[in-house]
């Protein structure tokens, strides 16, 4: 009825041929690297082939004082065979050192890699994410962008750098140990083959199903007491209209399914410590059972008996190693394939293929412009929209809300691409032009303006990057800030805040004007910039917004009057065209104008 959903365990990532092709496209980025990471998968190679004689010379050391080196094996295993336990006290200590010699590049080397691969990897798919067009962003949250630049990107580090290592490493110990079992004694192998690795998967398989079970009761246990946080929480509305029992009712069901899924988790545990004991413990049991036959016969001695346990062990350690080290390289491949996606999805460099730079004066012409969203194409924002504008006017886009204003805004800034029509900036389309070029002439005031974690200095130089000291103070001066901004202690060097909270709207609006005068823009786009402020901060605004607009394009959206009657062109706007235009004066003089109805009524959108 209400609280969260319970999640259905499907966090697996469905793999397909698809998702392998796109992940294997990382090694793009690992290819300028790849000398270092073939060295390093060298060293990967002789650390795990020396850890394969570990085992054979301890079982000699183990089995040293009972037969002094004796042994029964194949030439090959002969020729490691010592005579007494010092020199194979001597020749563990080479392994060692030869084991830490070799271990020690491999991490360093494939850490180098990793590292090289994934600063380029974050490099380029934050690059592609700053071009990607606004549609891509309407389209995607942001909280999941920052999740695939992060959380996948560690995944893969953590996969890049160790689990493949890993995996390969269990995966040559495992190969390489059967092949000293069957050098040890081919009939022990054989037994042990056909016991010990297959009660190791179905241990690994049961206890993965167990931990599912434990996950499903976390899950459920955080659904009931989400029931009794918002019963609790919510007492008034619960008591005021009598609903003790429904709630307890919601409570009971939530805890009686709480109850069932633990006592099947138990019932399923029991049966997997019962099996641990039974199969798994029985199967190694079995085989040392096997082997001290072997010895008592002859057929076998106690130092390759030793061994053989000891490559046994090894060997079962690997098995139960893989799924896991698997499954974490699934997750990669998934996480991989996701943010490959963001790096080949075309971005506007793409998209827009204009190369002139013009010069912008600030005419722009709207022909015949007709818009749908792209995640609303069913939806005719713009219906074939007609308007002039002149260097250097002042226009006033008016209307209700959703009839295009915001649109013809983001159009400008050639934020989407037309699907009909024409937008003109001195005669050239806007297609044809450099979309970086375009926008370098201009400038825009929201009004939800969020300023960059950082001091009020750099908030403002972010309209151009390396302005002097002199520039930004005579940039704040003209915005009216120069007073506030003195009037703290670390003067420009103030600290904002995460988006500027530490600022009042009234002083973000005058930052974000004084960064659009240092920018001097051949066209200014104002979005509502006084609509959300209270009456004082607002006259200042106003006041610099003045400064602002004075010899140079601007394009108005609001629904203050003090802004819209100065306008040099009042265009008011009504199911995506332009339906009236003029001044502030001969609109409000037309006999049952629209213009005039809205100022009357205040609904100016």
Same mark, same amino acid.
């Given at each position: 009825m209400f609280g969260p959903k319970k999640k259905k365990d499907n966090d697996k990532p469905k793999l397909t041929k698809e998702s392998y092709s796109r992940a294997k496209r990382i090694f793009a980025y690992m290819r300028p690297y790849r000398s270092t990471f073939a060295i390093g998968w060298f060293f990967l190679i002789f650390s795990s082939s020396v850890g394969l004689i570990f085992p054979y010379i301890l079982g000699q050391l183990l089995g040293a004082p009972v037969q002094d080196g004796a042994s029964m094996g194949s030439s090959f295993v002969d020729a490691i065979t010592f005579d007494n336990i010092n020199q194979i006290a001597i020749a563990l200590f080479v392994l060692f050192g030869l084991q830490s010699f070799f271990s020690f590049f491999r991490i360093v080397l494939f850490t180098k890699v990793t590292e090289n691969t994934l600063r380029d990897l974050r490099y380029s798919a934050f690059d592609r994410l700053l071009h990607m067009p606004l549609d891509f962003f309407n389209r995607n949250?942001?909280?999941e962008l920052t999740s695939?630049?992060?959380?996948?990107?560690?995944?893969?580090?953590?996969?890049?750098?160790?689990?493949?290592?890993?995996?390969?490493?269990?995966?040559?110990?495992?190969?390489?140990?059967?092949?000293?079992?069957?050098?040890?004694?081919?009939?022990l192998a054989l037994i042990m083959l056909a016991t010990v690795p297959?009660?190791?998967? %179905?241990?690994?398989?049961?206890?993965?199903?167990?931990?599912?079970?434990?996950?499903?009761?976390?899950?459920?246990?955080?659904?009931?007491?989400?029931?009794?946080?918002?019963?609790?929480?919510? #007492?008034?509305?619960?008591?005021?209209?009598?609903?003790?029992?429904?709630?307890?009712?919601?409570?009971?069901?939530?805890?009686?399914?709480?109850?069932? %899924?633990?006592?099947?988790s138990g019932n399923w545990r029991g049966v997997f410590v019962s099996?641990?004991?039974?199969?798994?413990?029985?199967?190694?049991?079995? #085989?040392?059972?096997?082997?001290?036959?072997?010895?008592?016969?002859?057929?076998?001695?106690?130092?390759?008996?030793?061994?053989?346990?000891?490559?046994?062990?090894?060997?079962?350690?690997?098995?139960?190693?893989?799924?896991?080290?698997?499954?974490?390289?699934?997750?990669?491949?998934?996480?991989?394939?996701?943010?490959?996606?963001?790096?080949?999805?075309?971005?506007?460099?793409?998209?827009?293929?204009?190369?002139?730079?013009?010069? *912008?004066?600030?005419?722009?012409?709207?022909?015949?412009?007709?818009?749908?969203?792209?995640?609303?194409?069913? %939806?005719?924002?713009?219906?074939?929209?007609?308007?002039?504008?002149?260097?250097?006017?002042?226009?006033?886009?008016?209307?209700?809300?959703?009839?295009?204003?915001?649109?013809?805004?983001?159009l400008i800034l050639h934020y989407y691409d037309l699907e009909n029509g024409s937008i003109?900036?001195?005669?050239?389309?806007?297609?044809? #032009?450099?979309?970086?070029?375009?926008?370098?002439?201009?400038?825009?005031?929201?009004?939800?303006?969020?300023?960059?974690?950082?001091?009020?200095?750099?908030?403002?130089?972010?309209?151009?990057?390396?302005?002097?000291?002199?520039?930004?103070?005579?940039?704040?001066?003209?915005?009216?800030?120069?007073?506030?901004?003195?009037?703290?202690?670390?003067?420009?060097?103030?600290?904002?805040?995460?988006?500027?909270?530490?600022?009042?709207?009234?002083?973000?609006?005058? *930052?974000?004007?004084?960064?659009?005068?240092?920018?001097?823009p051949k066209i200014l786009i104002l979005d509502e910039a006084t609509s959300a402020l209270d009456s004082e901060s607002e006259k200042l605004v106003q006041m610099a917004l003045e400064v602002l607009m004075q010899n140079r394009t601007s394009v108005v959206i609001a629904h203050r009057l003090s802004t819209i009657r100065k306008a040099d062109k009042i265009v008011v706007m009504e199911a995506g065209v332009a339906i009236e235009q003029g001044k502030h004066d001969e609109l409000m003089a037309k006999e049952n104008g629209v213009y005039a109805n809205l100022m009357e009524t205040q609904q100016l959108g």
């Open positions: 949250k942001v909280g695939r630049i992060t959380g996948d990107l560690n995944l893969i580090q953590e996969t890049l750098k160790t689990t493949i290592a890993e995996f390969f490493r269990q995966i040559v110990t495992i190969f390489g140990g059967i092949i000293w079992l069957f050098f040890l004694s081919w009939k297959v009660m190791s998967i %179905i241990a690994v398989i049961f206890g993965r199903f167990i931990r599912r079970l434990s996950k499903e009761a976390q899950e459920t246990t955080a659904t009931s007491n989400a029931v009794l946080e918002e019963s609790l929480t919510g #007492i008034n509305n619960v008591k005021s209209f009598t609903n003790e029992v429904l709630e307890l009712t919601r409570y009971k069901k939530a805890i009686e399914e709480i109850r069932r %899924i633990n006592i099947k099996f641990i004991f039974l199969f798994l413990f029985g199967a190694i049991v079995f #085989i040392i059972w096997q082997g001290v036959t072997m010895v008592q016969n002859g057929t076998l001695s106690l130092t390759q008996f030793n061994a053989f346990l000891i490559f046994t062990v090894m060997l079962g350690a690997s098995v139960g190693s893989l799924p896991e080290l698997y499954a974490s390289i699934q997750k990669a491949v998934g996480a991989t394939e996701r943010l490959m996606q963001i790096i080949q999805e075309d971005s506007e460099r793409e998209l827009y293929q204009g190369k002139s730079t013009p010069e *912008i004066t600030g005419a722009i012409t709207f022909e015949n412009v007709r818009f749908s969203y792209p995640q609303r194409k069913d %939806i005719e924002v713009l219906r074939g929209f007609d308007l002039q504008i002149e260097q250097g006017q002042t226009v006033a886009l008016v209307g209700h809300s959703g009839v295009g204003k915001s649109t013809l805004a983001s003109e900036f001195d005669g050239h389309n806007i297609k044809d #032009i450099d979309v970086k070029h375009l926008r370098s002439q201009m400038a825009i005031v929201p009004q939800e303006l969020i300023l960059f974690s950082g001091t009020i200095r750099e908030n403002i130089a972010y309209g151009k990057p390396g302005a002097s000291q002199e520039e930004i103070e005579a940039a704040a001066k003209k915005a009216f800030a120069l007073d506030f901004i003195n009037g703290f202690p670390e003067k420009f060097e103030t600290q904002v805040g995460d988006r500027g909270i530490q600022l009042s709207g009234g002083q973000k609006q005058r *930052i974000a004007i004084a960064r659009a005068i240092l920018r001097n």
